[in-house]
Nanobody, 121 residues
Framework: QVQLVESGGGLVQPGGSLRLSCAAS????????MGWYRRAPGKQRELVAV???????NYVDSVKGRFTISRDNRRNTVYLQMNSLKPEDTAVYYC???????????????WGQGTQVTVSS
């Protein structure tokens, strides 16, 4: 069974930094995209950043220049470096992987359990 395990959330002051990690494990044949979503209180879930098997990553406009997504394909791990954090970044952050478990299977989405990020003084 595929599992995504996140780490790195917590409480940070405005202007501070956090680094989130997400490791995928289990039967994995190939990974298409790995990314981070977030859900703030009272808001819908939104895509924060996504990295593709090829090409440049994408970011939501509100985090461009502050967040950096990176991926270690050998470890099936994705990271989100978050700098210059703002109170409006407060949310539960979810890791997502779009992957194929076996070579004969279609791509499917898998999710982590979520990690809380709170930006407050």
């Amino acid at each position: 069974q595929v599992q995504l395990v996140e780490s790195g959330g917590g409480l940070v002051q405005p202007g501070g930094s956090l680094r989130l990690s997400c490791a995928a494990s289990g039967p994995i044949f190939s990974i298409n995209t790995m990314g981070w979503y977030r859900r703030a209180p009272g808001k819908q879930r939104e895509l924060v950043a996504v990295t593709f098997s090829r090409g440049l990553p994408n970011y939501v406009d509100s985090v461009k220049g502050r967040f950096t997504i990176s991926r270690d394909n050998r470890r099936n791990t994705v990271y989100l470096q978050m700098n210059s954090l703002k109170p409006e970044d407060t949310a539960v952050y979810y890791c997502n992987a779009n992957l194929r478990r076996y070579n004969y299977e279609n791509l499917n989405d898998y999710w982590g359990q979520g990690t809380q990020v709170t930006v407050s003084s």
